[in-house]
């Protein structure tokens, strides 16, 4: 059986314990996946993009509706 399982971040440590229960060969793990960003890391996303506003480097509104709508 395949499943693929969301999960708040406050659950996981209680969901990797219970893994740990398991016999070793009950669940196979591909891959773990995270989305999401750190605070520091939208923080740097906004400050880069607010030292790039004089410099010609940003996208213009249309363009950045693009690029979200296309992602």
Known sequence: ????????????????NFIKTLPKDAI????ITDNSISIEQAQEKVQNAINNINS??????EDSFL?????
């Open 1 to 16: 059986m395949t499943m693929r399982v969301k999960m708040k971040d406050q659950y996981i440590d209680k969901f990797q």
């Open 28 to 31: 196979e793990i591909n891959s």
């Open 56 to 61: 010609n480097k940003s996208l213009n509104l």
């Open 67 to 71: 690029k979200i709508s296309n992602s």
